[in-house]
Structure formats: C-alpha cells, structure tokens
C-alpha cells in the first residue's frame, strides 16, 4: 500500500504551518497515513447493504437522520428516498435459516446480523495493526415481512411528515437517532462477555411459560444469541490472524499475529488479562453496536477509558514491564486507526458537516467520589497518543476538570491548546456537570462517575440512554410565535414552491393574544411564557411519533445485552430497558431569543421608543426599505442589553428565560417510559437550515442570519473579554446557591465556544495565566469548553488557499471539523466571530 | 458601609494579563500630569469626558446631528466631524447614537460600583498567583483618596494590587496609596532630563527621585517594585538611554527591584488620536521587530539588572 506524500514545503502562497502530527512509530505512522489515502485506499469500510431477499424490505432507517435537515431531500417526500431506494439496489442477499419468519422479529434481527458479521463480510487484518476488527459499516435489512413492512412504511411516512412539518414551519427538528451512549464496556473487558450471556439466560429461565411466549421471551432469547456473536467473531478473526502468522516471514510480525490470535481466543468472551487483550475486546465490542445500529457511530462512546483500562496497564507497562509504553502506545494507536474508519461509510459523499463529526468520545481525567482526582499514567499515554496523531478527528476525548485537577494535567493541556489550532478536546467541568446529574435525579453518590458522549452531553456509564441530540427546538421561535399570536408562515422556500398554498401564515402555536394589543412587558412575557412552553409540547409530540416507531420496529438486542437494566427487564434499550432513561431537549438559538426579549422589553415597554407594530413591519422588512428601519435595526444591535457581558440586567432575564423553558422539559415522559431533560448542544443547526428558516428577530438579526450558538452569546454581542461571558454562562446556568453550591439548569450540559488570539498563549508566563482563567472557569463558567486558538488572517488564507490546510483542524459546536470541509458560511462566521485578542 | 466616592475613569480592562503578575482587572484614571510623544492613551489626557466617534459603527443616520444642543456636529463625506470648540461633551448624542459609533470615554463612578465590576472576576484573580487589581491610566495617583480607599478594599478581600505609575506625582499622594499596594509598576522612560523635558512635558527630577523614595519606602516590607521602560523609535530606544536606566537601578535602587520590563512600542493608539482630533507624534514610526527587541533585552542585562524580560507588539 502506497502511504500519503508528505508536503515539506509550504507552497508560496500558503502563509502558515499547521499543527502536524509528530513521533509516530513506523506502525501508527502507517496507520495513519492509510486512513488518510481514502477513496485511493484498496481496503476500506463504506456502507454494505444487505437484503432478506423480499422485494420492499429495506435497509435505510431514515428516523436516524431526521436531526439531519440538510439531508431531509434524499429520505423523499411522499415515498422513498434515494438513499433508501439506492441502498435497497446495491443490497446483496443473505441466505435465511428456513424458520427465520416464523420468529420474533428481535430474534429476526439478531440472526441476520449474525449471519452478516459472520458470513458475509470478510474478516481482515489491515497491514500492521494490532487490533482486529476491520469493517463495520453496515445497512441491514429491517427484516420484516411483506405485512409488516408495508405497515412500517405508512407509520414511517406518518413520523416523517410530522417532523417535516415541525421543521419547515421553523421549530427546528426532531427524531429518534442512534449511538449517543456508553455501553457498559468496562463491565465486559473485566468480567467478559460470557458473564452477559449466564445473566441473560438466567433471567430468561425464570421467565414462566407465559412470559417467555411473550415479547419479553423475544428479546431475551436475541439477547442470549446477540451475546455469542462477540465470540463467534472473535474466533473468525483468530483464523484469519494465525492464517496471516503462518504466512509471514518475518518473525516479530509472526509472533504478534500468533499472539492477536491468542488474545482472541480469549476476548470478549473472558475477562481481559492484558492490557492488549482489554483495548482488543474494547474495539470489537463497540464495532459491533455500530453494525447493529447500521449507524456509523455518531456519539457511541466510551466512556472514562482511562480508569476502565487502567488496573491492566498498570499491571502489564509499570508493574510486571510485560510491555514498554511505546507498545501499549501502538496497540492504541490501532485503536484510532479503526474509529476513524467509521468515516469510510460514506467515503465517496466526500467530507462535509455529517462526515466530519461522529463523535465517538472517550472521556479522560476527572474527579473521583471525594473530588479527588483520578488522572493516572493512562491519562498521560493517552494524551501522548492524542497529541502525536493530531490532526485525527476520532475518538474524540473530553478531558473532565475539577477544583483538583493537578498542574501537570494543565500544563500538557494548555500546551496541547497552544501547538494547535482547535484544541484537540473538549473541556468538561465536573462541578457544574454533577450538579446537573443530580438535578435530573441521578444520586450524588454515583454522579461522580458520569462521563460525555457525542460532543459534551453528559450521561451516566453502561446503565443511561439520554438521547442526547434527538431534539433540536429554535428557541427563538417563541418570540416569533409571540408577536403572531401563534401564527406561524412555513419558512421553507422549497417547500412553499412545491406547496403554494402554505405560504398564508397558519395557526401553529397557542392564541396568546395580539401582542400589538399588549400593554406591559409583564403582559408581553406572560404571553411568551405560554408560547415557549407549547413550543417543548409540540416538540415532544413530534418527537414521541419516531421514537415510538422506532420502538416497535428496530429493536437492538445486541446493545440491549451491554446497558444495563435491559437484561433484567427483558426490555430493548430502544423501548425503555435502560435503568437511566432520558430523551434531551438541546435548546436552539438561545442567545438570540434572551437579546430579543430584552431589546422587546427596553425599547417597546421601558423606553417606548417604538411600538410592537412598528418592529414587526421592521421585522417583516429585514429592517431595509426605510431609514427608521435601518436605525431601529442598530439600535436593537447596539443600544439594548445582552447575555454574555457578566451584565446583571441582562444576565437575571437571561437566567430566568432559561429556568422557564428547561423546568419545562421535566414534566413530559415518552410513551417508551423515557423522561425528557435539557441541554444545550446546537450541533451545526443554528448555523444551517434553522437559522435559514428563521426570519428576522427582534435583537436586530436579519432574516437567514445564523442564530446565537448553543449557549455562546449572539456572535459579537459579547465585548466584556472571555471572563464575562464565562460568568454569564455560568450564572444562567444557575450559578451558585446560597451555601456556594453548584447548580446546573442543563444536565445534558451546554457547549460553550471561545476563541482566542495565539498571542494569549505565547510564552511561560502567559500560559500559567490562562490555566489560572481555566481555574476560574470551574468556579464560574459552565459544562463544557471547546478552545479554539485562531488567527483570523490565517483561515482567510485558508479559504483561499484550501489545498494547503487540509488538515486545519477547528472546532464547530461541539463537533471537531476541517476547517476547508466546512460551507462557506460557517467558515465565513469563524473568521467573523469575535476574537479574544489579548 | 456603602462608599459613594467616585473616581473619574474611562476603561476597564478585564482578563488582563500584561499589567502585573496573574490574571487581573485594570482601572484606567483619568488626567495625567505628562503628555508623552508616544501615549496610548491620550484620552487619559484631560479630567473631562471625551467623545470619540467610530467610523466602523456608523450608520450616517444623522441622530447626533439633530440632538446636539451645542450644534457641535456635522456630517461631511468624510464622516462626522465635532467641533470641539462648541462641544460641551454633555453626552446627549452618545445616548442617542443606535449604533454607538459616539462614545464617551471617561465617567464619574462610585467606589461600590467599581468595587462591584471588578469583585465578578475574583475566581480568576484568586485562582492566578497574585492575580488581582491594577490601577492604571493616565495617572491613579492624581486621584489619591479614591484610588486608596478603592485598593484598600481590594486588598480587604484578598485581591493582589498594583498601581501603574508614570511617577511623576507628589509624595503626599503616593503616601496615600502605598499602604494598600502589593506591587508598583514604576516608569522610567527616559534618563536626559533634557529629553525627558521634551519627549513627555516634563523633566525627570521627581520621577527619580521618587523612585528611590519608594523604594526606600518598601524596603524590609513584602511589596515589590517593578520597572517598566516603553522602547520609543526615535524617542527612548537608544543604547545609552537602556544603559543609564540600568545604570540607575543598579546604583540608585541599589539592583533591589523585582523585575524590569522593556515594552516594545506599539501602534494601536493611531485611532485614538485621529478620533480625538489630536495630532500623533508617532504616526510614522515603525514596530520593531522581535530580533531588535532580543538586542535592547541584552543591553538591558548587560547593565546587571536582575530579572528583565521584553514584551509587546513586534513585526511578524
């Protein structure tokens, strides 16, 4: 295999060095430079569709993609989509077992699954590498008879237009997705998969009869059977390993084959031994939920993986020198090489903003059930791995602070901030994160433990399905919905071409009132009390109809045999097994919403300077056409009160706005028993098609414009420097109460971006100040951090000289990006976000 | 006790990381009893609140035009223009500007209220190694009760201070301040009293003398005394004159300072004085570049000086 050129002169135009991964051994060096061939690769792991044969099954699950509105095109509009239908072509056939339709349809799934990851996709090993587990990328058949499928596709089109619906009247989008949790894959590494498999066919045995007759028999006798897959596999692998050993000449690859062999045998089914045998059951397990799910691992993730791996490096790199470091660094480095395969799904789509953020996390660092700190020497590996890979997207870590997290953990920290362009992390605060765990009920004495999935949503380990991103309202609707006494126009212009007839504003939301008839602001936010609270409704009705749906129709027991409560249950992890349940409402557009509630209340109510009737004809004009609209417009910009400024005036509305709508999310439940909860997450949408659909707002945002970035103040609203805005995200979070505790109104979490001017970082000196400004940050600030360290003349050379940034590396919402994979806009909105310039 | 002396100031800088140890706020005071060449900020200069208009944040609405009393303002295709003879910077088209393109630099602000700004960010004071408050300017010392009372009660809460000073103050005023200050950022810009004279309004006598009158002052106590030398082209930056403050430290302040600073020449200040309609004497000059700066940082140990260090705006 051929590895990537490697450029060693800038070329002319191109007037900055990007961050360049260093210190490979040949082995990871390899690896690294293989993923990055792509489509020039001989191997690779896009999507494989399979069929049961029958002539309407299909393969797609487009309720994973209804958070997705750019791609709300190709899943079709009043049938299939070309996804689904191109999938359904390519898909090649597997031979069923003669009894498979007259099985549960759990069971159904589980035995085609099997026989796909057993018989139909080949088992490699890739060059050097010291994990097996090649591909994983699957489109599995519903498997679902003639009947049913027809069934399914009348609810499926009923749950799609109820979101279509949702989304193009501008509320913003809903769906049930998949990944967005951690198995309890430290439960397997340390006890095997043979522990998961005695505890289901236990519980199964003390089924009655009757029981095992029923649904919950279905599921548990696909749970028995999902849980032999990992073994089955694993001994396919073990051939193929010994098959390569026998073949090689040279001796230390032989003996590394023959001991992957080895490790084989053993893992998932045993408990680990080694620190080898633990990142190899690690890998297998978690490929597999990704082929389950036929869901490329967006937000599947890990978990505090240095704590779960750390009694066996600790045994086999310091105590017994079984391995040296650098060893255990390539066995992670193998690690990495495959999570970063995921993005071979869709290799030829090229890469673009669902391409670029997968997210499968691994949470490092943290406090222990004392607040005392748990960073140990793993900690520190696996930093080194990080650092030396860079720029690599996958996995994505989240490295916990606390008020004792030690020096040494800043300092390589702020040092790893320093070399590159995005932070190659997440920073996730632990007090105000636990405070938000113990806010949604989790005990204080296991809220210690939560660890992040996806980007920064904060879940519990083995036991929580949070469905982290499954609904995305624009906040800001609620203004709208306000000043238009509920009505509501459809945004979409696409869809007012096809559908001529919407485009007279309808009855959406509730009758508050002629908002031009209001008299006093308490009037006026009464009225949008009620909106915002119909807003969470109609976002849970909408929602409730895909994640019901998916409920009945895709069971996953091969996920359900490692979350915990699923087993006991006898309950899919889909249909509300899990001990932890919780669906997140993530806020859209807050600050947006928070700046025009202020501007409304100063200037229409206190000041009087123009009336209701008067913004709305502004409004309805994108504040163009006439000079009183273009001076209304800056005074809204300007002169009004805004979040992010450490200002109480506007920070105390700020606070309320938001204990009103996320109290709010509290008092709904799915029919599948999940309670709904907050956060603030955003992804890509206030910079896409919510913000395409959403019209002007009062804070002086023209129509289209993007909206405010999850909980980040609206884009250059915030002048007070990176202290004030860290002490208004941590203030309308909630602050401290009066004893000082934390209090967190989001326990999803809430994405928090900042941008800083490398001169902040430049020597010693500063450097030590800026861990200072992280410390602060755990007192004041929020959950989560993502650094950028830009220099705003170098990503304009970046959009003109593309070639030459490949891999810049920029954080966007949560999610790491190529800043040249980026759209336009956003690169646009990068480059004109307010930088901290010191 | 709610404190309502004000003191007249015209910046706060939060999350300041250049004046003194730590993460800090900084207090900008108003009036300063030097006009140096080089000044950054010039509209320190006069007691009196001073309008400036931004030419990036005006819409041209014309709103300053119809308000102003004074009738000090016009619009020419160039942009707005005050007559400064006729305004009386009583602050009405600034409250009426929508999108703050007109400012006013410079306000009378009570002791608690100043106290409350700065006391938002003690996390990150607290959490920095002496991390706290500067007070800077123009000239703190100018407004002496305020500036103590207001460092007093920073310190009461566990603040670091520090006061940036040009020097050029009466004792009676320092004496006021010192008790409260951990730190003293002390300027010495020039040797030649002659240039002295003619590159800041005033000869340098007093600010030398001071210098050692402070220092004799927090000899034997815990507070430490940091020099800082702004490298002018053209003006300061010359071999001799970094030997001869060397010299001076060396012999004078008997090598007992904590730091000296050499501060490259920045240019940022060229949009104040064109807002202000004052002349910039440094229009022209270059930034140096972080090679040149390296020299003036080896003269400078060379004098025997402890601890100097270079910082600032240089040339890619």
Same mark, same amino acid.
């Given at each position: 295999m051929v590895t990537t050129e490697k450029k060693d002169s800038l070329s002319e135009q191109q007037k900055y060095k990007i961050a360049e991964p260093h210190d490979l051994s040949p082995r990871s060096k390899w690896l690294r430079d293989c993923y990055f061939l792509g489509v020039k690769r001989e191997w690779n792991n896009e999507y494989m569709p399979f069929t049961t044969g029958l002539l309407e099954d299909r393969q797609f699950a487009e309720s994973d993609y209804y958070i997705v509105p750019?791609?709300?095109?190709?899943?079709?509009?009043?049938?299939?989509?070309?996804?689904?239908?191109?999938?359904?072509?390519? &898909?090649?056939?597997?031979?069923?077992?003669?009894?498979?339709?007259? !099985?549960?349809?759990?069971?159904?799934?589980?035995?085609?699954?099997?026989?796909?990851?057993?018989?139909?996709?080949?088992?490699?090993?890739?060059?050097?590498?010291?994990?097996?587990?090649?591909?994983?990328?699957?489109?599995?058949?519903?498997?679902?008879?003639?009947?049913?499928?027809?069934?399914?596709?009348?609810?499926?089109? !009923?749950?799609?237009?109820?979101?279509? !619906?949702?989304?193009? +009247?501008?509320?913003?989008?809903?769906?049930?997705?998949?990944? +967005?949790?951690?198995?309890?894959?430290?439960?397997?590494?340390?006890?095997?998969?043979?522990?998961?498999?005695?505890?289901?066919?236990?519980?199964?045995?003390?089924?009655?009869?009757?029981?095992?007759?029923?649904?919950?028999?279905?599921?548990?006798?696909?749970?028995?059977?999902?849980?032999?897959?990992?073994?089955?596999?694993?001994?396919?692998?073990?051939?193929?390993?010994?098959?390569?050993?026998?073949?090689?000449?040279?001796?230390?690859?032989?003996?590394?084959?023959?001991?992957?062999?080895?490790?084989?045998?053993?893992?998932?089914?045993?408990? &680990?031994?080694?620190?080898w045998q633990a990142v190899q059951s690690l890998w297998l397990i978690h490929m597999l939920v990704i082929a389950e799910e036929s869901y490329p691992g967006p937000g599947l993730s890990f978990g505090r993986t240095d704590q779960h791996l750390w009694d066996l490096y600790k045994k086999d790199v310091i105590d017994e020198k079984n391995i040296n470091k650098d060893f255990a660094k390539e066995i992670l480095g193998s690690f990495w090489f495959h999570c970063n395969t995921a993005y071979?799904?869709?290799?030829?789509? *090229?890469?673009?903003?669902?391409? &670029?953020?997968?997210?499968?996390? %691994?949470?490092?660092?943290?406090?222990?059930?004392?607040?005392?700190?748990?960073?140990?020497?793993?900690?520190?590996?696996?930093?080194?791995?990080?650092?030396?890979?860079?720029?690599?997207?996958?996995?994505?870590?989240?490295?916990?602070? +606390?008020?004792?997290?030690?020096?040494?953990?800043?300092?390589?920290?702020?040092? %790893?901030?320093?070399?590159?362009?995005?932070?190659?992390?997440?920073?996730?605060?632990?007090?105000?994160?636990?405070?938000? %765990?113990?806010?949604?009920?989790?005990?204080?004495?296991?809220?210690?433990?939560y660890a992040c999935v996806g980007c920064l949503e904060n879940t519990m380990q083995g036991n929580d399905r949070s469905g982290t991103v499954n609904c995305n309202p624009n906040l800001a609707k609620s203004v709208l919905l306000t000043l238009n006494n509920g009505k509501s126009a459809n945004q979409n212009q696409n869809v007012i071409m096809l559908h001529p007839k919407e485009k007279k504003p309808i009855q959406m939301g509730l009758k508050t009132g002629i908002a031009e008839e209001f008299k006093t602001w308490e009037e006026f936010w009464d009225a949008w009390v009620k909106q915002v609270k119909f807003q969470i409704k109609y976002t849970i009705e909408t929602y409730n109809i895909s994640e019901e749906f998916r409920a009945n129709w895709m069971p996953t027991p091969y996920l359900s045999a490692m979350v915990k409560g699923c087993i006991s249950q006898g309950i899919d992890v889909r249909n509300g097994g899990p001990e932890i349940r919780f669906i997140t409402i993530e806020g859209v557009g807050y600050a947006t919403l928070v700046d025009s509630l202020l501007a409304i209340k100063k200037f229409v109510y206190d000041e009087k300077k123009?009336?209701? &009737?008067?913004?709305?004809?502004?409004?309805?004009?994108?504040?163009?056409?006439?000079?009183?609209?273009?001076?209304?417009?800056?005074?809204?910009?300007?002169?009004?009160?805004? @979040?992010?400024?450490?200002?109480?005036?506007?920070?105390?509305?700020?606070?309320?706005?938001?204990?009103?709508?996320?109290?709010?999310?509290?008092?709904?439940?799915?029919?599948?028993?999940?309670?709904?909860?907050?956060?603030?997450?955003?992804?890509?949408?206030?910079?896409?098609?919510?913000?395409?659909?959403?019209?002007?707002?009062?804070? *002086?945002?023209?129509?289209?414009?993007?909206?405010?970035?999850?909980?980040?103040?609206?884009?250059?609203?915030?002048?007070?420097?990176?202290?004030?805005?860290?002490?208004?995200?941590?203030?309308?979070?909630?602050?401290?109460?009066?004893?000082?505790?934390?209090?967190? @109104?989001?326990?999803?979490?809430?994405? +928090?971006?900042?941008?800083?001017?490398?001169?902040?970082?430049?020597?010693?000196?500063?450097?030590?100040?800026?861990?200072?400004?992280?410390?602060?940050?755990?007192?004041?600030?929020g959950t989560s951090l993502q650094i950028n360290i830009l220099d705003a003349s170098m990503l304009k050379d970046a959009q003109i000289n593309p070639e030459g940034y490949q891999n810049l590396l920029v954080r966007v919402t949560g999610y790491n990006a190529y800043f040249v994979s980026i759209g336009k806009e956003l690169q646009d909105e990068i480059i004109a976000r307010e930088m901290h310039n010191m | 006790m709610a404190n309502s002396m004000t003191g007249n100031i015209f910046e706060i800088q939060k999350m300041s990381t250049e004046d003194g140890p730590g993460l800090r706020t900084t207090v900008f005071f108003k009036k300063c009893n030097l006009r140096c060449a080089w000044c950054h900020n010039p509209e320190s200069f006069y007691p009196e609140p001073s309008i400036q208009w931004f030419s990036v944040r005006c819409i041209g609405c014309g709103t300053c035009l119809k308000v102003c009393p004074d009738h000090a303002i016009q619009m020419k295709n160039d942009g707005i223009h005050i007559d400064r003879q006729l305004c009386s910077q009583c602050g009405i088209c600034v409250e009426n500007c929508p999108g703050t393109a007109l400012r006013k630099l410079g306000e009378e602000i009570s002791l608690d209220d100043l106290y409350k700004i700065v006391e938002k960010d003690a996390a990150y004071y607290l959490n920095s190694k002496n991390g706290g408050i500067t007070v800077s300017g123009g000239e703190a010392a100018l407004q002496p009760e305020f500036t103590a009372k207001f460092l007093q009660k920073c310190k009461e809460n566990g603040f670091h201070t520090a006061l940036d000073t040009c020097g050029f103050v009466s004792k009676k005023n320092l004496e006021k301040i010192i008790p409260f200050v951990d730190l003293i950022l002390y300027d010495l810009k020039e040797m030649d009293p002659t240039k002295h004279k003619e590159f800041t309004s005033q000869s340098n006598e007093i600010i030398l003398e001071n210098a050692i009158w402070i220092l004799n002052k927090i000899k034997g106590t815990k507070k430490k005394m940091w020099v800082r030398t702004p490298l002018i082209p053209e003006f300061t930056a010359t071999?001799?004159?970094?030997?001869?403050?060397?010299k001076f430290i060396v012999e004078k302040l008997e090598n007992k300072i904590d730091r000296w600073d050499i501060l490259a020449f920045n240019n940022l200040a060229k949009d104040k004085y064109h807002r202000m309609d004052l002349p910039y004497p440094c229009e022209s000059l270059e930034l140096f570049t972080s090679e040149e700066m390296d020299k003036f940082l080896q003269i400078a140990k060379e004098t025997g000086v402890k601890n100097v260090r270079w910082t600032g705006l240089t040339q890619k």
């Amino acid at each position: 295999m051929v590895t990537t050129e490697k450029k060693d002169s800038l070329s002319e135009q191109q007037k900055y060095k990007i961050a360049e991964p260093h210190d490979l051994s040949p082995r990871s060096k390899w690896l690294r430079d293989c993923y990055f061939l792509g489509v020039k690769r001989e191997w690779n792991n896009e999507y494989m569709p399979f069929t049961t044969g029958l002539l309407e099954d299909r393969q797609f699950a487009e309720s994973d993609y209804y958070i997705v509105p750019e791609i709300y095109f190709y899943l079709g509009i009043k049938s299939r989509g070309i996804f689904s239908s191109s999938l359904s072509l390519m &898909a090649e056939e597997v031979e069923l077992p003669k009894d498979f339709w007259s !099985k549960s349809l759990p069971e159904r799934r589980i035995i085609f699954f099997e026989k796909v990851m057993l018989d139909k996709i080949p088992q490699e090993i890739i060059g050097p590498e010291l994990l097996a587990g090649g591909r994983f990328n699957t489109q599995l058949s519903k498997c679902l008879n003639e009947k049913e499928q027809k069934l399914f596709d009348k609810l499926n089109l !009923k749950a799609r237009n109820s979101v279509f !619906k949702y989304h193009n +009247h501008g509320f913003g989008n809903a769906g049930a997705t998949s990944g +967005h949790i951690i198995p309890d894959y430290e439960y397997i590494i340390k006890n095997g998969f043979k522990s998961v498999y005695n505890e289901a066919l236990e519980r199964y045995n003390k089924f009655s009869q009757k029981e095992k007759n029923g649904p919950l028999g279905d599921e548990l006798r696909a749970i028995i059977q999902a849980s032999e897959i990992p073994r089955k596999l694993a001994k396919k692998y073990a051939e193929e390993c010994k098959r390569l050993a026998n073949d090689s000449n040279d001796e230390t690859r032989k003996q590394e084959l023959e001991q992957m062999a080895k490790n084989l045998e053993i893992v998932p089914w045993e408990p &680990a031994q080694t620190f080898w045998q633990a990142v190899q059951s690690l890998w297998l397990i978690h490929m597999l939920v990704i082929a389950e799910e036929s869901y490329p691992g967006p937000g599947l993730s890990f978990g505090r993986t240095d704590q779960h791996l750390w009694d066996l490096y600790k045994k086999d790199v310091i105590d017994e020198k079984n391995i040296n470091k650098d060893f255990a660094k390539e066995i992670l480095g193998s690690f990495w090489f495959h999570c970063n395969t995921a993005y071979d799904a869709q290799m030829r789509v *090229g890469n673009n903003g669902i391409t &670029a953020g997968f997210g499968q996390l %691994m949470t490092l660092s943290g406090c222990g059930p004392n607040g005392e700190d748990l960073s140990n020497d793993l900690t520190y590996t696996i930093l080194e791995v990080i650092d030396e890979w860079s720029p690599i997207l996958e996995p994505k870590p989240n490295v916990r602070l +606390h008020r004792n997290s030690p020096d040494k953990l800043l300092d390589i920290i702020v040092d %790893m901030i320093t070399k590159s362009q995005g932070a190659p992390f997440l920073l996730n605060f632990d007090e105000r994160s636990i405070a938000g %765990m113990i806010r949604e009920g989790i005990p204080k004495e296991d809220a210690w433990d939560y660890a992040c999935v996806g980007c920064l949503e904060n879940t519990m380990q083995g036991n929580d399905r949070s469905g982290t991103v499954n609904c995305n309202p624009n906040l800001a609707k609620s203004v709208l919905l306000t000043l238009n006494n509920g009505k509501s126009a459809n945004q979409n212009q696409n869809v007012i071409m096809l559908h001529p007839k919407e485009k007279k504003p309808i009855q959406m939301g509730l009758k508050t009132g002629i908002a031009e008839e209001f008299k006093t602001w308490e009037e006026f936010w009464d009225a949008w009390v009620k909106q915002v609270k119909f807003q969470i409704k109609y976002t849970i009705e909408t929602y409730n109809i895909s994640e019901e749906f998916r409920a009945n129709w895709m069971p996953t027991p091969y996920l359900s045999a490692m979350v915990k409560g699923c087993i006991s249950q006898g309950i899919d992890v889909r249909n509300g097994g899990p001990e932890i349940r919780f669906i997140t409402i993530e806020g859209v557009g807050y600050a947006t919403l928070v700046d025009s509630l202020l501007a409304i209340k100063k200037f229409v109510y206190d000041e009087k300077k123009f009336t209701i &009737a008067e913004l709305k004809e502004a409004m309805e004009n994108d504040f163009k056409g006439k000079q009183e609209w273009v001076v209304m417009q800056s005074l809204l910009k300007n002169r009004a009160p805004k @979040y992010g400024n450490d200002n109480d005036k506007a920070d105390i509305l700020a606070q309320q706005v938001m204990e009103i709508w996320s109290q709010e999310c509290f008092n709904y439940k799915t029919p599948t028993n999940f309670q709904f909860r907050p956060g603030m997450l955003s992804w890509n949408y206030w910079a896409g098609e919510d913000a395409g659909f959403t019209p002007a707002t009062p804070d *002086g945002r023209i129509g289209g414009q993007f909206l405010s970035n999850a909980i980040s103040p609206t884009n250059g609203a915030d002048i007070q420097g990176p202290t004030a805005v860290t002490n208004s995200v941590g203030t309308v979070l909630g602050g401290k109460d009066e004893d000082g505790g934390y209090v967190n @109104y989001l326990p999803n979490g809430a994405s +928090h971006t900042l941008t800083f001017n490398p001169s902040l970082l430049r020597n010693p000196e500063l450097k030590e100040k800026f861990k200072a400004y992280l410390r602060g940050y755990i007192e004041n600030g929020g959950t989560s951090l993502q650094i950028n360290i830009l220099d705003a003349s170098m990503l304009k050379d970046a959009q003109i000289n593309p070639e030459g940034y490949q891999n810049l590396l920029v954080r966007v919402t949560g999610y790491n990006a190529y800043f040249v994979s980026i759209g336009k806009e956003l690169q646009d909105e990068i480059i004109a976000r307010e930088m901290h310039n010191m | 006790m709610a404190n309502s002396m004000t003191g007249n100031i015209f910046e706060i800088q939060k999350m300041s990381t250049e004046d003194g140890p730590g993460l800090r706020t900084t207090v900008f005071f108003k009036k300063c009893n030097l006009r140096c060449a080089w000044c950054h900020n010039p509209e320190s200069f006069y007691p009196e609140p001073s309008i400036q208009w931004f030419s990036v944040r005006c819409i041209g609405c014309g709103t300053c035009l119809k308000v102003c009393p004074d009738h000090a303002i016009q619009m020419k295709n160039d942009g707005i223009h005050i007559d400064r003879q006729l305004c009386s910077q009583c602050g009405i088209c600034v409250e009426n500007c929508p999108g703050t393109a007109l400012r006013k630099l410079g306000e009378e602000i009570s002791l608690d209220d100043l106290y409350k700004i700065v006391e938002k960010d003690a996390a990150y004071y607290l959490n920095s190694k002496n991390g706290g408050i500067t007070v800077s300017g123009g000239e703190a010392a100018l407004q002496p009760e305020f500036t103590a009372k207001f460092l007093q009660k920073c310190k009461e809460n566990g603040f670091h201070t520090a006061l940036d000073t040009c020097g050029f103050v009466s004792k009676k005023n320092l004496e006021k301040i010192i008790p409260f200050v951990d730190l003293i950022l002390y300027d010495l810009k020039e040797m030649d009293p002659t240039k002295h004279k003619e590159f800041t309004s005033q000869s340098n006598e007093i600010i030398l003398e001071n210098a050692i009158w402070i220092l004799n002052k927090i000899k034997g106590t815990k507070k430490k005394m940091w020099v800082r030398t702004p490298l002018i082209p053209e003006f300061t930056a010359t071999k001799e004159n970094i030997q001869e403050i060397g010299k001076f430290i060396v012999e004078k302040l008997e090598n007992k300072i904590d730091r000296w600073d050499i501060l490259a020449f920045n240019n940022l200040a060229k949009d104040k004085y064109h807002r202000m309609d004052l002349p910039y004497p440094c229009e022209s000059l270059e930034l140096f570049t972080s090679e040149e700066m390296d020299k003036f940082l080896q003269i400078a140990k060379e004098t025997g000086v402890k601890n100097v260090r270079w910082t600032g705006l240089t040339q890619k």
